[in-house]
Nanobody, 125 residues
Framework: QLRLVETGGGLVQPGGSMRLSCIAS????????VGWFRQAPGKEREAVSC???????SYLDFAEGRFTISRDNAKNTVYLQMNSLKTEDTAVYYC???????????????????WGQGTQVTVSS
């Protein structure tokens, strides 16, 4: 069965770092683009970053220079390294597959996109 599980969230101080993992089971991630999205309380879900099958990466402006997406196909895992965290980064973070991140973030999602359950990231002093 297809399954995505996000781990690594928790409480971190502003300026701190955190690494999230998106662990896939039931299928192989190698051929697919994988995206990270987030949803803050009372706000809509927004794209954060994407990595395609060739390891080409894309970032939203707020993530550029602070966040790094990477993949370890041997572990069937995609990571999101987050540095210099801000309170505005507080959100539930989700990973997704069956996306196409060759275009603008508004076009990444499709009818067959699959999501993990999310992991809570809280940035607070």
């Amino acid at each position: 069965q297809l399954r995505l599980v996000e781990t690594g969230g928790g409480l971190v101080q502003p300026g701190g770092s955190m690494r999230l993992s998106c662990i896939a089971s039931g299928f192989t991630l190698d051929p697919y683009s994988v995206g990270w999205f987030r949803q803050a309380p009372g706000k809509e879900r927004e794209a954060v970053s994407c990595v395609n099958s060739l390891a080409t990466t894309s970032y939203l402006d707020f993530a550029e220079g602070r966040f790094t997406i990477s993949r370890d196909n041997a572990k069937n895992t995609v990571y999101l390294q987050m540095n210099s965290l801000k309170t505005e980064d507080t959100a539930v973070y989700y990973c997704a597959v069956n996306i196409d991140c060759t275009g603008p973030p508004s076009t990444w999602l499709g009818p067959e996109t699959s999501w993990g359950q999310g992991t809570q990231v809280t940035v607070s002093s």
